[in-house]
């Protein structure tokens, strides 16, 4: 006896509990014994920094800027050892559905507006009032908005104009631009990623019986993850693997940098992108706490201490390279890798005042010796440079004032 | 003989009867509620299979279900029995679970794999790396699908028809009801490895000719107080 609409309805599989350790270093052998693992026999290590991408969609935040203050340090610091390609790609990342459904939203409930005066404060009100809506479009809504971008490289003009406005933003607060207004797309479309997923044996697709696309690494003890939803939606995860898949083989190291609560995924393609030769390593930062609370953006959280608050704020009582350098100094060394300790202006604004000190005590140490401390500053076999120990040994009174040459090459 | 609802009835209350003696004796099975309550009173034994799924295939489900109903030992046929044959049907790659799981049977294709019964308890890991199959796509044969069970086959072996009632049946429903039917059908003797099994859908299973070796019956969606079948096995004409 059984109800004939039963469909097995129990197997209701618990969330994920997708914890993985991924071993950093994972070069050994006797060659290694005698050489450094990270540095190739012949060349300069080549390195991709891929950080998480902003999908444009709200002002920065400060925990945005502090993901972007870590990326910025590990780049420039980078740099002077390895050949290091900095992949932030918004044209890979405004097919997932959170930057999708926004366009989508805008198009029906506002309509045809001049974006281009906008302030990002706005803009960001509309994102808040999408997310509060708790709306999510039926998928053959956004499809329109999906085939331009993969046609014509097109952006909707709500998040043209924040990037046009993060644009200038970087520039004032010395962040290398990745191409935030440049057409980026990835080199593979999904057919091909989930092909190359597949020859991997991590791809579990349940298209023709009329289900999602999971990636599979459940033969390492973590559960399914879905990156394309039934009705062919992709997700944040499936953007990031079609954008890195056919760029992670052409370098000798990938560093991924990510919030703490992407932990899950980012183990995820840590594992793949480690599948397909690289070493990969893993920057996980802990979101700001604003009074006490770690919020999403979706809620707001750049009024008072966003990017342009704060350039408003500061932009005038400092000049540029204390503002640049004592930025870093805050978001990178005094704030950590945790999220323990709420954003505090008059504490940043102590930092700005040091970071004048340390800039005007700054000696000429020559190149060779600030490269060589650059090296000395690179994590057990990886190339890159660890961002935090690099900038919190700026702060050890103990040592030596930071030379000039390595102030201007990394941190103004 | 053809199909009625008392039938139906007789049908669905031998099945009770067979795996839960004892819950038969407290309910009234000759109302479909009765037989109804029965299937809630069962939910005391956990003992269930899990089956993986990487891709729906008739012919490779058919053959793995019957070539895994057929090794089961009989102690632990009869405890699943007890939990009428239920089975949990999840998303999976088999081949990626092998080294971590036990499997009483893969299907030959490696698209399917079968546990053997065991408590919920004991499936745990498996389900938490996986997810329900979907299965939401309308199942459509197209036409008549000839399969030779495995196993070795008698000196003649038995020509069936499987029908199955294709109106609104999905994939999702029919790795259900296929599930239970074959299964049972094993456990019971009624189908045999080596048997050719011609399988035909219909909209309806009404006028299909009996006697019938299997049937698999639920409350009919247009009228809870009627039964309906939704898939049956028999002799096929000629084949005495």
Redesign the interface.
């Known amino acids: 006896?059984?109800?004939?609409?039963?469909?097995?309805?129990?197997?209701?599989?618990?969330g994920a509990?997708a914890q993985a350790t991924g071993a950093d270093a994972r070069a050994t052998g006797a060659e290694a014994s005698v050489r450094d693992p990270a540095v190739p026999a012949t060349g300069r290590p080549r390195v991709l920094l891929a950080p998480v991408t902003i999908t444009p969609t709200k002002p920065l935040t400060p925990s945005h800027l502090k993901g972007l203050f870590w990326t910025d340090v590990a780049l420039r610091a980078s740099r002077p050892l390895a050949e290091v390609t900095h992949r932030s790609s918004h044209t890979a990342f405004d097919a997932c559905e959170q930057t999708l459904g926004f366009w989508e939203y805008l198009d029906r409930t506002v309509g045809d507006v001049d974006y281009s005066g906008l302030s990002g404060d706005v803009i960001g009100e509309l994102y808040m009032r999408f997310r509060a809506a708790g709306e999510r479009a039926p998928f053959h809504a956004c499809l329109p908005y999906l085939e331009a971008i993969e046609r014509h490289g097109w952006v909707h003009p709500a998040s043209a104009r924040l990037l046009e406005l993060w644009a200038g933003q970087y520039h004032r607060l010395g962040l290398h631009d990745p191409g935030l207004t440049a057409h980026q797309p990835p080199r593979i479309g999904l057919a091909e990623m989930i092909d190359r997923l597949r020859r991997l044996?991590m791809c579990?697709d349940?298209r023709?019986?009329?289900?999602?696309v999971?990636l599979?690494a459940?033969?390492d003890?973590?559960?399914?993850r879905?990156i394309i939803a039934?009705d062919g939606r992709p997700n944040y995860l499936a953007c990031a693997l079609r954008d890195l898949l056919p760029l992670a083989p052409e370098h000798d190291e990938v560093v991924l940098l990510h919030d703490r609560d992407l932990e899950p995924d980012y183990l995820l393609l840590h594992r793949v992108l480690a599948g397909l030769g690289p070493r990969v390593h893993r920057i996980t930062l802990g979101r700001v706490p604003i009074d006490g609370r770690v919020t999403s953006a979706r809620h707001g959280g750049w009024q008072q201490h966003g990017a342009e608050a704060l350039l408003d704020e500061f932009g005038d009582r400092h000049d540029p390279a204390a503002l640049r350098l004592g930025l870093r100094l805050y978001f990178i060394a005094v704030l950590g890798p945790g999220d323990h300790d709420s954003f505090r202006p008059e504490l940043l604004d102590r930092y700005l005042a040091k970071a004048r000190r340390l800039l005007d005590a700054a000696p000429d140490a020559g190149w060779s010796a600030v490269r060589d401390g650059l090296d000395a500053h690179r994590g057990a076999g990886a190339a890159h440079v660890d961002p935090y120990r690099l900038t919190a040994g700026l702060l050890n009174r103990r040592r030596a004032a930071p030379a000039r040459e390595l102030l201007t090459e990394v941190y103004t | 003989m053809t199909l009625t609802q008392r039938l139906l009835h007789d049908h669905?209350a031998r099945?009770?009867i067979r795996a839960r003696p004892e819950l038969a004796q407290v309910r009234d099975l000759s109302t479909v509620d009765g037989?109804?309550a029965?299937?809630q009173d069962a939910g005391d034994e956990d003992t269930a299979v899990?089956a993986v799924v990487?891709?729906?295939d008739l012919v490779s489900w058919v053959r793995g279900t019957v070539a895994f109903a057929a090794g089961l030992n009989r102690r632990r046929a009869q405890e699943w029995r007890r939990a009428?044959t239920r089975?949990?049907?999840?998303?999976?790659?088999p081949?990626?679970?092998t080294?971590?799981f036990d499997f009483a049977h893969v299907a030959e294709t490696g698209a399917m794999a079968w546990t053997a019964p065991a408590s919920a308890a004991a499936h745990?890991p498996l389900?938490?790396?996986?997810?329900?199959?979907?299965?939401?796509?309308d199942l459509t044969l197209g036409g008549d699908v000839v399969i030779d069970l495995p196993g070795e086959p008698p000196a003649e072996p038995m020509r069936r028809v499987l029908h199955l009632a294709g109106s609104g049946l999905?994939?999702?429903?029919a790795?259900?009801?296929l599930g239970?039917l074959l299964v049972e059908a094993v456990l019971d003797g009624a189908i045999s490895p080596g048997d050719r099994l011609t399988v035909r859908q219909l909209p309806r299973l009404v006028g299909v000719p009996g006697p019938f070796d299997a049937l698999?019956?639920?409350?009919?969606?247009a009228d809870p107080d009627r039964l309906?079948a939704?898939m049956s096995v028999s002799r096929e004409a000629g084949d005495d």
Do not use: C, K, Y
Not at chain 1, 2 to 13: I, K
Not at chain 1, 221 to 224: D, V
């Open positions: 006896m059984s109800s004939p609409q039963a469909t097995g309805a129990d197997a209701q599989a618990t509990d044996g579990l349940l023709a019986d009329g289900g999602p999971f599979d459940t033969r003890g973590i559960p399914l879905q039934a | 669905a099945r009770i037989l109804t029965v299937q899990v990487r891709r729906f009428f089975t949990v049907f999840l998303a999976g790659n081949a990626n679970l080294t971590r745990r389900r938490r790396l996986l997810r329900t199959f979907p299965g939401t796509r999905t994939v999702a429903g790795l259900v009801h239970h698999r019956v639920g409350v009919d969606p309906h939704l």
